[in-house]
């Protein structure tokens, strides 16, 4: 049978369903949906809906369902008349029509989609994709809601990793939004242990939780402590227990402490005393607390939290010969772009994205210029085995080095974060050109052979500052 008449064969099976639905003669099955004053009947055959759901398989074969006059008389109050309309014509057809729909019915669809246990994966995928494009805004207004939603289905998968995206690279999102009280202490505490929370002011934390935990006791309480009577207090400090040693009070500067943490003394007990004690006394060990470290702000939406990770390992192994420490040994500090034609105060961390290899590439400059300065000419030469660049396919962070011992000749005037590559930016840095000379296998595609210049997004440098505790 050729490929033409295989495909009509398929259109004219959907026609001949799509007829046997609208019809629906012989019917054997009543779903009443909804809720009063939105209810509707629709039917059915039950042996399609057992063969497309095995919810329903369930549900129809149990002896207890009702049957009048051999008609099974089903109930699902929990999915509106609109969302079923669209699921019992995919049941039936196989297609799904969801363009138009609004953002809060695309994620009824999903819900309702999963629940049933009907869509497989990549259905359930091109009305994630739809509702992350045409709802992005509604999402971060609606960010409690559809994070709650996340939280209650693992094959959200695109939607759930969008919700990550928000948390640790726009975390204002969460912490401004008008819902933020309607959140469950096991929703909230996973967000405040997770090190990429990523809000530049730990005092704005410890602001929303008085004002979560005021909300949790009574609507109308003062987030004012001196208003606060001795049940109030002893409510507060029984309610936020497991979440003040999550706060980060140890990276709060003096001001910050004074302003936001001290009239909270009654609440805090034996960490107030610890923190007072760090600011007074340069010296001061807190004792039997443990100093959680300063949240790795990083402002890359080119780089996750874990890709951070494993690129901090990879410049520690090449620097010591020890573990890799299980204290996070270096701060990330974004340049301003006039910086990056400037000498390497620090090592850096560039990276940017080539749209048309769907490709993020980055690499570590392990080299200081804070003492000198290279003359020109002579060309300064430089071992490299101590750099390493990187690509990112997908959410898969794979490391290059470079080939052997070789130096770096660079005739310079000095060392930028951007000239030790196989690459030369240009444009104000919006376009490349590649060679391959140190990293092999870089760009791993066989038209890179026959191109070395790319557009690029997105680029930033971080200089790589070593902690000392």
């Not at 699921?87 to 029509?97: E, N, S």
């Not at 001061?284 to 949240?295: A, H």
């Not at 990770?309 to 020890?322: A, D, F, S, T, W």
Request: with cysteine.
């Amino acid at each position: 049978m050729s490929k033409t008449s295989k495909k009509l064969y398929g259109e004219t099976l959907i026609q001949d369903f799509i007829k046997f639905f609208e019809e629906d003669n012989n019917y054997d099955l009543e779903i009443k949906v909804g809720e009063e004053p939105n209810i509707k009947i629709f039917r059915g055959h039950s042996q399609i809906f057992i063969a497309r759901s095995s919810y329903f398989k369930s549900a129809f074969t149990r002896e207890w369902v009702k049957k009048t006059n051999g008609i099974i008389n089903f109930e699902k109050p929990n999915i509106s008349p609109e969302i079923f309309e669209i699921i019992i014509r995919y049941i039936y057809t196989g297609i799904i029509q969801f363009e138009n729909s609004r953002p809060d019915i695309l994620i009824e669809l999903l819900i309702a989609f999963d629940e049933l246990n009907i869509a497989i994966d990549y259905v359930m995928d091109d009305i994630q994709e739809y509702l992350l494009r045409v709802g992005f805004q509604w999402i971060r207004e609606n960010f409690v809601y559809v994070y709650k939603i996340g939280l209650q289905h693992d094959r959200f998968k695109k939607l759930n990793a969008h919700i990550d995206d928000i948390i640790q690279y726009e975390p204002e999102v969460l912490l401004e939004s008008q819902d933020f009280i309607e959140l469950e202490e096991s929703e909230l505490l996973p967000i405040l242990k997770r090190d990429d929370f990523s809000v530049k002011d730990e005092a704005q934390i410890w602001d929303r939780i008085i004002q979560w935990g005021c909300a949790k006791q009574n609507p109308t309480l003062s987030t004012d402590p001196s208003k606060w009577s001795e049940e109030n207090i002893e409510s507060m400090r029984s309610t936020l227990k497991n979440f003040i040693p999550l706060v980060r009070f140890f990276t709060l500067n003096s001001d910050k402490f004074h302003k936001h943490v001290r009239p909270y003394e009654k609440i805090l007990g034996d960490v107030y005393e610890q923190v007072l004690q760090y600011h007074l006394v340069k010296v001061w060990k807190p004792k039997g607390i443990e100093i959680l470290p300063r949240r790795n702000i990083v402002y890359s939406k080119l780089l996750r939290h874990n890709h951070v990770k494993e690129i901090k390992k990879q410049i520690y192994l090449k620097n010591y010969i020890r573990s890799y420490p299980t204290k996070d040994p270096y701060d990330l500090v974004l340049l301003e772009p006039y910086q990056y034609e400037s000498l390497c105060l620090c090592p850096t961390i560039t990276v940017f994205r080539i749209p048309e290899l769907d490709l993020i590439i980055g690499g570590y400059n392990p080299f200081q210029t804070k003492h000198y300065k290279i003359l020109y000419p002579p060309s300064l030469k430089l071992k490299a085995e101590s750099s390493f660049m990187f690509r990112i396919i997908g959410k898969k962070i794979e490391f290059i080095s470079a080939l052997g011992t070789r130096d770096f000749d660079l005739k310079s005037h000095y060392i930028t974060p951007l000239n030790i590559f196989d690459f030369k930016f240009h444009g104000i840095n919006r376009k490349i050109s590649y060679r391959q000379h140190f990293y092999h296998s870089l760009l791993n595609y066989s038209h890179s052979i026959y191109k070395n210049s790319y557009d690029i997004e997105g680029l930033q440098v971080f200089e790589v500052i070593e902690k000392i505790y």
